[in-house]
């Protein structure tokens, strides 16, 4: 999984989770400025187009949510990591969540930036997206990945930003398109609402007030979810004002600032 630890080795652990589309390297803008504080862990998922055993393509790599969890666990467990602080890019947040249940010695806090457990709307949840236009997504992709991504990428990130655009669109770009189709579709597909009220631990949810991906109304929902589950978990929000699903790529600055508020205050 090409793990990299490296920082304050007397610091708090910070394990970095990237999302869809991403490699460890969605997290060079900020990792940097965290590592003076804290020992800090990168790594990529099974799916990612930096693993190796992406190269070949299909849908085996990519088990679910819940082998992604064990994966999740089964690294920490390698690098003898105990009580540490996961900070979860999009669906890693609620991988996160998953391997939290399991595992709850693995994790003191979660950092759930952007994250979703549903991204299809239905009457009484605002997910973001119709099921039509996930139909929609899918096909585009599946047809031409190659054309799709780098306007996907401009789509969740902004087009305000042409160079995180751009970084992006190249990770995104070097998945295998089998492995891009699959995994998007189990994300888009997902409903992982039921996860939440199981959470024990200590959760904070950082979202940018205007996600393409993820509208505010979910952050909101997983507040209510995490902080009825009874468990003594719960969950504070931080809104940070960014568009676009990738605040450590378009506002750097602020998200470690955010991120050094949050895991310094418990």
Not at 81 to 94: D, E, K, L, N
Not at 235 to 251: K, M, N, R
Request: proline share 5%; aromatic share 10%; charged share 20%.
């Amino acid at each position: 999984m090409n793990a990299r630890v490296f920082g304050n080795e007397d610091g708090e652990t910070v394990v970095l989770a990237h999302g869809y589309g991403g490699t460890r390297f969605i997290w060079e803008d900020v990792a940097p400025a965290l590592a003076a504080t804290f020992r800090v862990v990168v790594f990529d998922w099974s799916f990612s187009g930096a693993a190796v055993t992406n190269k070949d393509g299909g849908e085996g790599y990519f088990c679910s949510y819940y082998g992604l969890a064990d994966e999740l666990a089964a690294l920490m467990n390698e690098l003898g990591v105990r009580r540490a602080a996961f900070v979860g890019h999009s669906m890693a947040g609620m991988i996160g969540c998953i391997a939290s249940i399991a595992r709850p010695d693995l994790f003191s806090h979660l950092v759930l930036v952007g994250a979703s457990p549903r991204y299809i709307n239905e009457d009484g949840y605002e997910g973001g997206f119709e099921p039509a236009d996930v139909d929609v997504m899918l096909a585009a992709a599946g047809a031409d990945f190659a054309a799709w991504a780098p306007r996907f990428a401009e789509a969740v990130v902004g087009p305000g930003h042409p160079s995180a655009v751009a970084r992006f669109a190249k990770q995104l770009g070097s998945m295998s398109p089998d492995a891009s189709v699959a995994v998007l579709r189990a994300v888009l597909t997902s409903d992982l609402r039921a996860v939440l009220p199981g959470v024990a631990a200590r959760c904070t949810i950082v979202h940018c007030a205007r996600d393409a991906v993820a509208p505010l109304a979910v952050a909101r929902y997983m507040q209510r979810a995490l902080a009825g589950s009874g468990r003594g978990g719960g969950a504070d929000t931080v809104v940070i004002e960014s568009s676009g699903h990738f605040p450590q790529l378009t506002a750097p600055k602020e998200f470690v600032r955010v991120l050094e508020t949050v895991l310094l205050d418990h």
